[in-house]
């Protein structure tokens, strides 16, 4: 694990992933539009997780080397990958929670969403391959979706809300851990994790319309 975690806070960190993702996906996205592909290897493609090793740049410009009929399959991949470290996360005792393997699990999970959505949001924008266009957008459409469903899981939220009563305390958390941990709790209370289960499927329902909406706004943009 990367020792910038012990450095800054959970959710700088978070913050600091999605703006590098970001600004850097503008860039690699270009020039592999562009046709520099620089001969990288589709097998060696992998998910954009946080312990994701970028050491040069044909590891970043690989992220986005996708043709039309790629994409689809990538993301079938991506969803399977986050239901088991979502299935991985409930199933845990709640006698043998810990940060690692709960909050900090639950936070690469999100990583994996954000991550992953952001190069198809670029490639969505930028490529002037219409296939390509159209397969990110129905990634972009799917991940958020995942997202929307990782931030509305009952069970998530019960195993994040046992950690913190349990174990949490009998652990040497330090100010930003415990910062981190309350917000996340507080965040799936805002979402309406608290509610009867008919009231969280129409928040659900809601969620996922308008991140529907959102995505087909921008793809509109894009090829406009």
């Known amino acids: 694990m990367p020792s910038i975690f012990l450095s800054i806070g959970e959710r700088e ?3 600091r992933f999605r703006r590098v993702v970001g600004q850097v996906a503008f860039v690699a996205a270009i020039l592999v539009v562009a046709g520099c592909n620089w001969g990288i290897a589709k097998s060696e493609r992998k998910m954009l997780t946080m ?8 590891d970043v410009t690989s992220l986005f080397n996708y043709e039309g009929t790629e994409i689809a399959p990538h993301i079938e991949k991506v969803v399977a990958d986050f239901e088991k470290r979502v299935a ?3 199933s845990i005792k709640d ?6 393997n709960t909050i900090r699990a639950f936070d690469e999970v999100t990583a994996l969403i954000v991550g992953e959505g952001q190069i198809f949001k670029v490639l969505g924008k930028v ?5 390509i266009r159209e397969a990110s957008h129905d ?7 995942l997202s929307v ?4 899981n009952i069970d998530i939220y019960k195993a994040l809300k046992s950690y913190s009563e349990g174990n949490a305390k009998a652990e040497d958390l330090n100010s930003e851990q415990k910062y981190f ?13 608290h509610l009867s289960s008919e009231k969280r499927e129409k928040i659900i329902a809601l969620k996922k319309e308008s991140e529907k909406l959102g995505a087909e706004f921008a793809a509109n943009i894009a090829n406009d």
């Open 13 to 15: 960190l978070m913050m």
């Open 51 to 58: 312990d994701y090793k970028i050491k040069n740049f044909d």
């Open 88 to 90: 991985d996360i409930i």
């Open 95 to 100: 006698s043998e929670r810990s940060f690692e």
């Open 127 to 131: 490529s002037t391959d219409k296939d």
């Open 139 to 145: 990634a972009v459409v799917r991940l958020r979706g």
């Open 149 to 152: 469903d990782l931030d509305m």
């Open 181 to 193: 941990l309350s917000e996340v709790i507080a965040s799936f209370e805002r979402n309406g994790l």
